[in-house]
Nanobody, 124 residues
């Protein structure tokens, strides 16, 4: 069993920055790829970023590329999402998730454990 807890969300003005954290427990964190997704009201959950187990490879959605940075510190069992130059359209509930053994990395079906989410609201 894996437990994931997100933190760091909040209200920020457009152009501002936030850093989200995801802390894992329950198994060896360093063995797992990890991802961030987000879901706005009335919309489907969408892929934001993925980082491989070692942190050596990352993937980003086009909408956040160049503005967001995913990272991890394995000995802390923690993953981060640094979000810069935030836009109102980034407003959503943000979720961290563990990469599963099947499914595409950029779809929710590719992940098997999820956190409860943290809300990010960007005002214009």
């Amino acid at each position: 069993q894996v437990q994931l807890v997100e933190s760091g969300g909040g209200l920020v003005q457009a152009g501002g920055s936030l850093i989200l954290s995801c802390t894992a427990s329950g198994r060896t964190f360093s063995n797992d790829g990890m991802g961030w997704f987000r879901q706005a009201p009335g919309k489907e959950r969408e892929f934001v970023a993925l980082i491989t187990y070692s942190g050596g490879t990352t993937y980003y959605a086009d909408s956040v590329k160049g503005r967001f940075t995913i990272s991890r510190v394995n000995w802390k069992n923690t993953m981060y999402l640094e979000m810069n130059r935030l836009k109102p359209e980034d407003t959503a509930q943000y979720y961290c998730a563990r990469r599963g053994i099947s499914g595409s990395y950029n779809t929710p079906s590719g992940y098997d454990y999820w956190g409860q989410g943290t809300q990010v609201t960007v005002s214009s």
